[in-house]
């Protein structure tokens, strides 16, 4: 079975924090993802990234960067957090198929 | 731009009643159409689909992709409270390896 994990479950940020949510898969799949889901809104893609060192902007980059330094390992990282990026933030791999596996997500709240 | 539009957003049926939920796409090189279930955590896989016209089904799930209106529903039959989650639909963009383009969502409550 694929796995997915992510680093937190929940987070609890001040706005002006730097934030780093880690995703880790073990599966050796090459693509990897950052989504964040609100109500209303769905999930909507922030980056991508095809292998290690490789990244992409999705539809929604702004605020954000990330980092993959290892192919099992995609970092979503908040350079100074603020309100408007209390979410749900959800990691997903996939591999030869266009299945995505999910990670069990993290919400981040930012105060 | 790809787009992925799903009706309707919530949905409140009793159990042992069946429901349709719908899914309509505009998208550019088309790859694969998926739907996922989520419940208080993560989605999980249901269906892909890749060609027209057959019928994907899992118990009492089905779904089916039409390519030429540039649609698919997701049938459940006998509803059970478990069933209550959001259901996702997703289009798979042929030239972008794996990238997904999500639905809203529709929310549906299974009542008992």
């Known amino acids: 079975d694929v796995k997915v994990t992510q680093s937190s479950r929940y987070l609890v940020k001040r706005t002006g924090e730097k934030v780093f949510l880690e995703c880790v898969q073990d599966m050796d799949h090459e693509n990897m993802f950052w989504y964040r889901q609100d109500p209303g809104l769905g999930l909507r893609l922030i980056y991508f990234s095809y292998d290690v060192k490789m990244k992409e902007k999705g539809d929604i980059p702004e605020g954000y960067s990330v980092s993959r330094e290892k192919k099992e390992r995609f970092s979503l990282i908040l350079e100074s957090a603020s309100t408007n990026q209390t979410s749900m933030y959800l990691c997903?791999?996939?591999?030869?198929?266009?299945?995505?596996?999910f990670g069990p997500g993290t919400r981040l709240t930012v105060t | 731009e790809d787009k992925v539009v799903q009706s309707p957003l919530s949905l409140v049926v009793h159990e042992g009643d069946t429901v349709t939920l719908n899914c309509s796409y505009e998208v550019t090189n088309f790859r694969s159409l998926l739907w996922y279930k989520q419940e208080k955590k993560a989605p999980t896989f249901l269906f892909m689909l890749?060609?027209?016209?057959i019928e994907k089904k899992s118990g009492r799930l089905s779904s089916i992709l039409d390519k030429k209106e540039l649609f698919s529903i997701l049938n459940i039959t006998a509803t059970q409270t478990g069933d209550s989650a959001i259901y996702l639909c997703a289009h798979c963009n042929y030239n972008q390896g794996g990238k997904l383009i999500f639905g809203q969502g529709t929310e549906l409550s299974v009542k008992p």
């Open positions: 997903a791999s996939v591999g030869s198929t266009d299945e995505q596996y």
């Open positions: 890749t060609s027209s016209g």
